[in-house]
């Protein structure tokens, strides 16, 4: 084989590791209840232990209230609640949970999960993005449903899911 077949070769390849990359996405992996739910990685800014809550009067039962996480009071917003999955994310038995920390250029918000979540990669492919009823009735805050040997995972647009009644506590101030 000569040089430049093989430079060809492993330019081939090299760009055949990238298009796969690029076909891949980084979610976090969450339960409410007995579903597992996703956000993209780069929405979400950390995982922190769920710090002491003040409930905030006439707001959505979905925001379980405020709390100063690393100097900035965020609203802390249970998805577990919003989605009236049965099983409330707070915990007053004094089990630990756990909140994403997210961010983008309107809102900072943190939301309540059970358990430490997992982060996986996942190829474009996996994401079905077709079931319309779903669309329908979700208020478009779906993106998608991951397909996973027997897992179904629910790819979602937080913001979206709460942008059309969304409270003043999660508007992003600059400092």
């Known amino acids: 084989m000569k040089l430049q077949d093989k430079l060809q070769e492993l330019a081939n ?58 100097g900035n009071i965020l609203a802390m917003v249970d998805l577990a609640q919003k989605f009236d999955r049965g099983v409330a994310s707070r915990h007053s038995n004094g089990e630990e949970s756990y909140s994403l920390v997210l961010e983008n250029k309107d809102y900072q918000m943190a939301i309540l999960v059970h358990q430490i979540p997992d982060t996986i990669s996942v190829a474009q492919d996996e994401i079905d993005d077709s079931p319309n009823i779903v669309q329908e009735f979700s208020g478009n805050y779906i993106k998608g449903v991951i397909r996973q040997e027997e897992r179904l995972i629910i790819l979602l647009d937080v913001f979206r899911a709460i942008e059309e009644e969304v409270p003043e506590l999660l508007h992003h101030v600059e400092p």
């Open 13 to 70: 390849e090299t760009a055949s590791a990238e298009e796969l990359a690029s076909d891949r996405i980084q979610i976090i992996v969450f339960r409410l209840g007995e579903e597992e739910y996703a956000l993209e990685i780069d929405k979400v800014k950390e995982v922190v232990l769920t710090p002491p809550m003040t409930k905030v009067p006439l707001q959505p039962d979905y925001i379980a209230g405020v709390a100063n996480i690393r």
